[in-house]
């Protein structure tokens, strides 16, 4: 069985901003499911599956028109610019 490629890659590791934030039980077993999954098609081990929130966070903005298109009318600074 082939399967579909997931749309979160290989992450790097960044210095991280500390958020505490509670996600219900499900939202949790899906972030570990997905941890899973991900390790067998990168062969990188996610030793906590909550380093992928970040990513997955950036990935949905970045793909999010609506959000682009609001950024360029207010000149919000992208990722990692301020």
């Known amino acids: 069985m082939t399967m579909a490629k997931l749309k979160l890659g290989a992450f790097e590791d960044t210095k991280p901003v500390k958020l505490s934030f509670e996600l219900p039980a499900g939202i949790h077993r899906d972030l570990v499911a997905y941890a899973e999954v991900l390790a067998r098609q990168t062969g990188q081990t996610v ?7 970040a990513p997955m966070l950036a990935r949905f903005m970045a793909t999010d028109r609506a959000f682009a298109k609001a ?8 990722q990692g610019e301020g």
């Open 47 to 53: 030793s906590d599956p909550a380093k992928l929130i």
């Open 71 to 78: 950024r360029r009318a207010r000149q919000f600074p992208k």
